[in-house]
């Protein structure tokens, strides 16, 4: 993987780029200062545009097919919704080398939740989960599928597989090949064997028998801000769409510590199925990071290795 770069295929992005780009298609900007913006989202590379702009570019041709829906739902889904969200601005079109639609929002201020370092967890927990709550009571009429509406069944080949990689010391890239001998021991500190074991709990859960709902699909420290200790906003939306509304628990391992995990279940109704599939959902995505991420994203990879870690321990503690 070229220096920088998380994903095979990604394109060049600086700010000179930006401001071609800006100058090109929104020159009502184009005197705004353009500045790069340090973020741990892995699918935008992001740029404050002025004081209340931000231009995020894909990095992947995947990430890019989201823009578009973005732009369609956020402001449809902004209403009702008790924290702020994205502000689509401006649709940009492939331009100067770049190739494929990118997005100008406005800017949303606030801090990410840092582990170990949250003032009021439990207040933290019933915002979350208000947020999660509303979300879920949006028309889904015409709604699209989450990039997360599979069932967890339908992710077992892909976690057990990332299971065996970290287990043996090898990992699947893009194309399926890749051994690096090195796994193992960036895999240490990661029990496998319980992760298995507490995988295999998940899948014997009931399936969601209710229809599917609006679920965010990606509740990461990276996506959620906060001012004074409180949600203020929720962003990066390129998973949502409608899907089992236990994907969204996973917000109670990334984000929160376990003393505000029982606010947060409560807060939201979560049944023991839900609950239980929620733990699912945050373990198998926390293992891909896990694998994917560790060297082109060490601070993706410690987040994962952490989640990991917080559930392993929960389900020790049952």
């Not at 041709?61 to 369609?72: C, I, L, M």
């Not at 979350?128 to 709550?133: D, G, K, N, P, Q």
């Not at 496998?192 to 699909?217: C, K, S």
Request: aromatic share 6%; hydrophobic share 45%.
């Amino acid at each position: 993987m070229p220096a920088g770069k998380m994903h095979a295929g990604e394109p060049d992005v600086d700010t000179a780029l930006v401001r071609r780009l800006i100058a090109a298609q929104f020159p009502q900007w184009a005197a705004l200062p353009v500045e790069r913006v340090d973020s741990v989202g892995t699918s935008n590379a992001m740029y404050r545009l002025g004081e209340d702009m931000a231009v995020r570019l894909p990095r992947t041709e995947g990430a890019a097919g989201d823009v578009a829906t973005e732009h369609r739902w956020l402001p449809r889904l902004a209403p009702p919704l008790p924290v702020a969200i994205p502000a689509p601005l401006g649709q940009g079109e492939p331009a100067e080398g770049y190739p494929w639609p990118w997005s100008v929002y406005r800017w949303l201020a606030g801090e990410n939740p840092a582990a170990g370092r949250i003032a009021e967890p439990v207040l933290l927990a019933e915002d979350l989960a208000r947020f999660v709550s509303a979300l879920r009571r949006i028309d889904p009429a015409d709604g699209p599928s989450s990039y997360r509406s599979e069932t967890l069944a339908a992710r077992d080949a892909v976690t057990r597989a990332t299971l065996a990689q970290l287990r043996g010391g090898t990992r699947a890239d893009e194309d399926g090949t890749g051994p690096d001998g090195s796994d193992a021991q960036r895999a240490r500190g990661v029990d496998l064997d319980a992760a298995t074991a507490l995988w295999e709990t998940a899948l014997r859960a009931p399936e969601w028998a209710g229809p599917p709902v609006w679920i965010h699909a990606d509740l990461q420290p990276g996506n959620v801000l906060l001012a004074d200790g409180r949600l203020s906003a929720v962003i990066d939306f390129g998973c949502a769409g409608l899907g089992d509304p236990a994907v969204d628990l996973i917000a109670a391992w990334y984000v929160l510590p376990a003393a505000a995990r029982t606010a947060f279940r409560s807060a939201v109704a979560a049944d023991e199925a839900m609950w239980t599939r929620g733990r699912g959902w945050a373990l198998s995505i926390a293992l891909l990071e896990l694998s994917y991420y560790r060297d082109t994203h060490p601070a993706m990879a410690s987040t994962a290795r952490r989640v990991i870690g917080e559930l392993l321990a929960d389900g020790a503690a049952r």
